[in-house]
């Protein structure tokens, strides 16, 4: 009997008992396997632990059963093992978006979580090992693509590495290690990520005459030709060339759009258009999956995204007439097909009394520019007056905030609120700092799996906004950027790879230059609009930037007025942060403290201030507790959300005590000592470290239950 029988089995036996108490050992049994080695290899094959596909079914037969019968809910949820009504409650409405009631209408679009059976798949005289989830995995684009020269600097996988099932599957631990290890981290830090719309890939190394197996996996960033490999990691170059495209689409809840089956039929989609693979000197081919694309962190509606399966091509006629009329539609589009940009009486216009970025610890560039442009549309001036909760009335200037101008200040106040209610105050990692945020709200998935704070910001103020793509052409989005700025409207804008936004403020419609407000201070991994030679700044400290259009990656353009989120809209956010895992990082950092060595102290230190740099911005959690007890007259959460401001401060405190414990300070320019060897593995040290990652796990959770409390008053 194969190993895909035996987990069939074991599927069976979980399957036959959802409404009764499963017995792993008896599951493991079915499989042939020890319990630990059972829970490993399901977790390993179906990217999650057994026993969340276990709740995934069982809420999925408990909506079958709501939705099909009139028997009463509380008897559905002691049916399938939930001790309360409540408890049922929040875990049917974490996995289907809607309470258990909402969900009786049969009408209601929720989709269950299907049943997983594993299979194995054959190809030629190869034997491949995967899963199935009923999937409804489609390929639903296929392109080519100039890629220019390229040094691929990363680490090599070979079956030694993947655990039994093998394949991609079994590379789960290696990722992990890729970011408990900060590798991609190094990388992008040597300031050579080569852009082209991705950084991280997956890649495939096998023989050009055999059409299976994978002979080895490859994962790290590809960067420009030349690029100095750091220690420890080892490097392939590739010349340039023509790289077919298919754009596989489906949930990323699963591994579905990663299997080796997936990347194979991704491939022979590319090939049935007569094309052929193009063979490395070295005979053998190489194809890639690429991630970090827009694609694969924004789903649609249906909660699908895109992943890219590539390789490189021998080219043809025929590929260079496909490229051809693709970039004739682009142009078409731009220059036939588009309005004429209307004159103004004058070809400059800037827009006046902006707040300057905040800066400093408002380090969150997307809401900072948001803040910035909220400030603006909400008619806030110098000349607003700024209500200081220190003094509990209007400022002042009696403390050391009298040369701060009222706009600097009413920015750093909003900033603080913002990044309080969009739940990224009480992040322990922003994984996605690097994205665009521009995911629409979904109702009941939350961060960190998703990331919107870009729409909800927009909704927590109460604006509609559009986002005009690219493939609108030039011409047309600087006359909508035009429209916008006529209208006093500032024009947000992310410029290429990295959380690199920044705020149109004017133009000038002589030179198609285009002004803004950014951070003005980019460092030395930003790239493309910010290169030496590009980027230049006026004056009156706006920069300028004539050939925008090849370095903008979004445009958003405010279009008018809509609902406005309210106070629950910000605590159930709050709530839903500080429940979610959040990569364990509270519980995995005391036992990686336990296990230091001078051999890995620098890389366990460094993992815990990267964390600490997130933790930090609880402190804005504290203003913006302030901020967010305007929003309700009730006495008694007011007083809820001042101990929810104390704890922040605590936890402020508690992270400076943990870089003093680090021997982080001014002296070291806020970089790790080289004396952290010493610290890190000294037990003293050790267990004060611990003490205090504890302590702000425990403010955050008392922040938790005083934020629940707030639905009792």
């Known amino acids: ?225 030349g690029t100095e490999v750091p220690e420890g990691f080892i490097y392939k170059d590739f010349e340039a060339g023509i790289l077919g495209t298919s754009w596989v689409c489906g949930s990323r809840q699963t591994l579905e759009l990663a299997t080796e089956v997936t990347h194979t039929k991704a491939i022979d989609k590319i090939l049935s258009e007569g094309n052929t693979i193009s063979v490395a000197d070295d005979m053998y081919v190489w194809s890639f999956q690429r991630y970090d694309s827009k694609r694969f962190f924004t789903p649609d509606n249906d909660g699908k995204v895109i992943l890219d399966h590539c390789v490189f091509l021998m080219e043809s006629e025929a590929i260079k007439q496909a490229m051809e009329e693709r970039e004739k539609a682009v142009l078409f589009i731009a220059a036939e097909t588009l309005p004429d940009i209307s004159s103004t009486p004058s070809p400059e216009v800037k827009l006046e009394g902006m707040a300057p970025f905040a800066g400093y610890a408002q380090n969150n560039m997307l ?98 906004y559009t986002c005009p793509g690219k493939n609108m052409g030039e011409r047309e989005v600087f006359r909508r950027i035009k429209e916008s700025i006529l209208q006093g409207k500032p024009v947000l804008i992310k410029f290429g790879i990295g959380p690199v936004w920044g705020l149109v403020t004017g133009y000038n419609e002589g030179t198609g230059t285009i002004y803004g407000l950014d951070m003005r201070s980019h460092g030395k991994d930003d790239k493309g609009a910010f290169a030496e030679g590009n980027m230049s700044y006026t004056q009156d400290g706006l920069f300028a930037l004539k050939n925008w259009f090849r370095y903008i990656e979004k445009v958003v353009i405010v279009t008018g007025r809509t609902e406005k989120f309210g106070f629950e809209n910000y605590v159930e956010r709050i709530i839903a942060q500080l429940e979610a895992p959040n990569d364990g990082t509270m519980s995995i950092i005391p036992r990686l403290i336990e296990s230091a060595t001078y051999e890995n102290a620098y890389g366990i230190a460094a993992f815990i201030l990267n964390a600490s740099y997130s933790i930090m911005d609880r402190w804005h959690g504290s203003d913006g507790f302030e901020m967010l007890s305007r929003e309700t007259n009730n006495s008694a959460i007011h007083d809820i959300l001042q101990q929810c401001d104390n704890h922040c401060v605590a936890i402020h405190d508690i992270v400076w005590q943990l870089w003093k414990d680090l021997g982080i300070g001014p002296h070291t320019d806020g970089k790790l000592p080289k004396r952290i060897g010493n610290i890190m593995t000294d037990k003293v040290c050790q267990e004060a470290l611990k003490e205090l990652i504890i302590n702000i796990r425990d403010n955050d959770m008392a922040i938790l239950r005083l934020l629940k409390g707030v639905y009792n008053q």
């Open 1 to 225: 009997m194969s190993w895909h029988d035996r987990m069939n089995r074991a599927i069976d036996y979980i399957e036959s008992n959802l409404t009764h108490k499963i017995d792993m050992k008896q599951a493991a049994q079915c499989s042939n396997q020890s319990e630990e080695a059972f829970i490993r290899t399901f977790s390993a094959v179906a990217d999650m632990p057994v026993s969340e596909y276990v709740r995934k079914r069982r809420l999925s037969l408990a909506l079958y059963e709501i939705q099909n019968s009139d028997e009463k809910v509380i008897n559905i949820s002691s049916k399938y093992g939930y001790e309360s009504p409540d408890a049922f409650a929040r875990a049917f409405k974490e996995q289907f978006g809607l309470p258990p009631t909402s969900a009786r209408d049969a009408s209601t679009p929720l989709k269950p979580f299907p049943r997983i059976s594993f299979y194995m798949s054959i190809k030629g005289d190869v034997k491949m090992d995967a899963y199935e989830m009923d999937s409804d995995v489609q390929i639903i684009n296929m392109y080519y693509e100039n890629m220019p020269a390229f040094r691929f600097i990363g680490r090599r996988y070979t079956s030694l590495d993947v655990d039994p099932v093998g394949g991609e599957l079994g590379l789960e631990h290696v990722w992990s290690e890729w970011f408990q290890n900060g590798w991609f981290h190094l990388l992008f830090n040597t300031g050579a990520v080569l852009g082209h719309e991705f950084e991280a890939l997956f890649m495939y190394e096998r023989k050009a005459t055999d059409s299976w197996p994978v002979l080895a996996w490859w994962i790290g960033v590809p960067t420009p030709a």
């Open 367 to 464: 809401l900072s520019a948001l803040t910035t442009m909220l400030l603006k549309l909400e008619n806030i001036s110098e000349s607003t007056p700024y209500f200081c909760s220190n003094i509990g009335s209007i400022c002042n200037g009696c403390s050391g905030c009298r040369d701060k101008s009222n706009l600097y200040k009413h920015h750093s106040k909003l900033y603080h609120f913002l990044i309080t209610i969009t739940g990224i105050a009480f992040m322990n990692f922003d994984r996605n700092h690097n994205s665009t945020y521009d995911l629409k709200v979904i109702p009941g998935i939350l961060p960190p799996q998703l990331e919107d704070r870009l729409d909800f910001v927009m909704k927590s103020r109460g604006f509609a």
